[in-house]
């Protein structure tokens, strides 16, 4: 938690002093996408999910009312990609480095560090976020992840990701508007025969107020009748 | 000869049925959505309407979260719990920590929840503390966005003061009683405005 709060505050530090310059290239060679976006609540799934034997089984299996762990306890982090389509109206921060770029999420309070340097560098450990790294292709950002723990694409939905899955996100700027252009592209043949393309734009918002996450959970969502007055006073005591 | 023909021409439209079977077996498309509104659809459903008292609202995240206690047939308090948005959303749309105040009279409808007393807030009626004052009408989940149940309240009230419709998710309309007796006479029964 101490490094998490370090990092949010250089965050917040770096933020301020790149936002001024965020549509300006400090370099000929790549953009700087530095600064603050919103994600815009409407995103573009694919008309089809071309699911594998296996895909099909774990989707008809996968009951989101039950197995999204986060109808157990609000505060399980939501993973690589779901929080980069979560629909909740949220801000991402983007911190662009030589070395790394950070996505520092409102949702989660969450912080990817993309290897922008070391491309050819591996992880073995899995964690929700996985492991990034990135590259400038032209002007478009690439961001590429493994060791993902899997679940589902998109939260409360059945769509699988496994393991396994490889996570392509590219970002772009167009026709001279500081939006950010989202494609992401999941590789997961252990689920899918095609890759599944999802789109989303980012509003470029440096204005747009950042909210601590904060995470209350309010318990889970199956249970025997709550004690309301107990909630009560765990509620008031925050 | 003739027959051989048939005899090929017949294993050959079998290989390719076959064939097309085993390729719509192996790509099975799920289309989207479709799986969360059949698998939500019990959830949606079941709707329940009450009147009670705000008891407590607090602005949390991913939930936000409202107690109300409603007055049984018995004369007994049940307190509920009901989930609203996130308060990264609802702070973004304009509400905040006194948008909902404690002791206020309101009229609810919930999505219900598997737990006996908790539930998502689908729209909530915050009456005026006087027949003079206004009331207030929330709606949020399985109203928010472009639904025909939104473009009905949209056409017949006017929005509060305050609050971004921008963001096309829950709305806060204002409601005087004579808009309000208007609605229940177009749409009959229990909070049936905000009723398919």
Avoid at chain 1, 20 to 38: K, L, M, Q
Avoid at chain 1, 135 to 161: C, D, H, K, M
Avoid at chain 1, 182 to 187: A, D, G, K, L, T
Avoid at chain 2, 170 to 186: H, P, Q, Y
């Amino acid at each position: 938690m101490p490094i998490k709060m370090a990092l949010s505050s250089v965050i917040t530090t770096c933020l301020i002093i790149s936002t001024t310059a965020c549509i300006t290239n400090t370099s000929p060679e790549v953009p700087v996408f530095s600064g603050r976006y919103v994600g815009e609540l409407t995103i573009v799934e694919p008309e089809n999910y071309f699911l594998t034997n296996h895909g099909n089984q774990t989707f008809n299996n996968y009951d989101p009312n039950y197995e999204d762990p986060r109808q157990w306890d609000d505060c399980e982090p939501e993973g690589v990609p779901a929080i980069l389509l979560t629909p909740a109206v949220a801000t991402l921060d983007i911190i662009s480095e030589n070395k790394t770029v950070l996505l520092h999420y409102e949702r989660d309070d969450a912080i990817r560090i993309v290897n922008m340097h070391n491309t050819n560098s591996k992880s073995d450990h899995k964690s929700v976020l996985g492991y990034s790294k990135g590259r400038w292709e032209n002007n478009i950002l690439v961001v590429e992840t493994t060791n993902l723990n899997g679940g589902v694409i998109i939260a409360q939905t059945s769509y699988p990701i496994s393991t396994n899955a490889h996570v392509i996100e590219r970002y772009w700027r167009e026709n001279g508007s500081a939006d950010l252009l989202m494609e992401v592209v999941i590789e997961d043949p252990v689920n899918y025969i095609q890759s599944v393309i999802i789109k989303r734009k980012w509003i470029w918002a440096p204005n747009a107020p950042r909210h601590p996450w904060e995470c209350v959970s309010l318990g889970p969502r199956h249970s025997e009748s709550l004690d309301i007055e107990s909630i009560k006073q765990q509620l008031e005591a925050l | 000869m003739i027959s051989t023909i048939h005899n090929r021409d017949f294993i050959l439209k079998i290989i390719l049925a076959v064939a097309i079977y085993a390729l719509t077996i192996i790509t099975q498309p799920a289309e989207s959505h479709h799986s969360f509104a059949q698998r939500m659809a019990g959830e949606l459903q079941s709707v329940e309407i009450f009147d009670g008292y705000i008891d407590l609202y607090r602005l949390l995240n991913p939930h936000s979260a409202l107690i109300v206690n409603v007055i049984t047939e018995q004369d007994e308090i049940d307190g509920w719990l009901i989930e609203l948005s996130s308060a990264s959303t609802l702070r973004r749309e304009g509400w905040h920590e006194t948008f909902l105040q404690s002791g206020e009279r309101v009229s609810i409808a919930i999505l219900a929840s598997t737990t006996p007393n908790r539930g998502r807030l689908r729209a909530l009626l915050v009456h005026g503390k006087t027949s003079e004052e206004v009331s207030r009408l929330i709606v949020a989940y399985g109203i928010r966005g472009d639904t025909p149940i939104m473009n009905r309240l949209q056409e017949r009230l006017s929005r509060c003061p305050g609050i971004e419709p921008r963001l096309n998710r829950g709305e806060c309309f204002i409601v005087n009683s004579e808009a309000l007796n208007k609605l229940e006479d177009e749409f009959p029964g229990k909070m049936g405005y905000i009723m398919p």
